[in-house]
């Protein structure tokens, strides 16, 4: 990865914890899409395994410093997800219509049973399945309306940051 791609990719997930931090977080939980999640599902289906895991990982540690949980409950899910959905990445066709619905739904639901799971384990609190099964179901379903666009957006990212400086491209023309 080159130094701009990680600059833009760092500025992207800055601004998706903001946003979700100012605005999203005046929503109720389940009705509010997580950017963070989503960011990290489409960087792992579109560059794989590594990428996803660090993106993954990333986005999780964010989401643990924007929030009330104690540090390293997301970093851990989050990281989980990236990598799963980067996983995928290696079977499915990137031009599909709703793989990245069906990709947020899965992540959704992953994320919420790995950090109930990581809750119920380390004793921090006695965790209500139902209600996070019923939350997890409902945000899942918000995820997946706003995943392509957040697809969409890590794309333009990408290709943003594959751009070459036009003057390089003239003066290795030039030498030649």
Not at 46 to 73: K, M, Q
Not at 74 to 81: D, K, N
Not at 114 to 142: F, K, M, Q, Y
């Amino acid at each position: 990865m080159t130094l701009m791609r990680i600059a833009l990719f760092a500025v992207l997930l800055g601004a998706g914890a903001v946003v979700d931090g100012a605005w999203l977080s005046r929503l109720p939980r389940w009705a509010s899409p997580d950017l963070l999640l989503l960011i990290a599902v489409a960087f792992g289906l579109r560059r794989g395994v590594e990428a996803g895991a660090l993106v993954g990982a990333a986005a999780g540690y964010l989401r643990d410093l924007t929030g009330s949980s104690p540090l390293g409950i997301f970093t851990l899910s989050y990281l989980a997800v990236g990598t799963a959905a980067g996983a995928l990445a290696a079977m499915v066709d990137l031009g599909q219509r709703y793989l990245y619905a069906a990709a947020a739904v899965l992540a959704t639901l992953g994320l919420s049973l790995i950090s109930g799971l990581v809750v119920a384990a380390t004793g921090l609190t006695s965790v209500g399945w139902p209600l996070l099964l019923r939350e997890a179901v409902a945000a899942a379903a918000v995820n997946a309306l706003f995943a392509r666009p957040v697809a969409a957006v890590v794309a333009w990212a990408e290709t943003v940051s594959r751009r070459r400086d036009p003057a390089r491209i003239v003066a290795r023309r030039a030498i030649r």
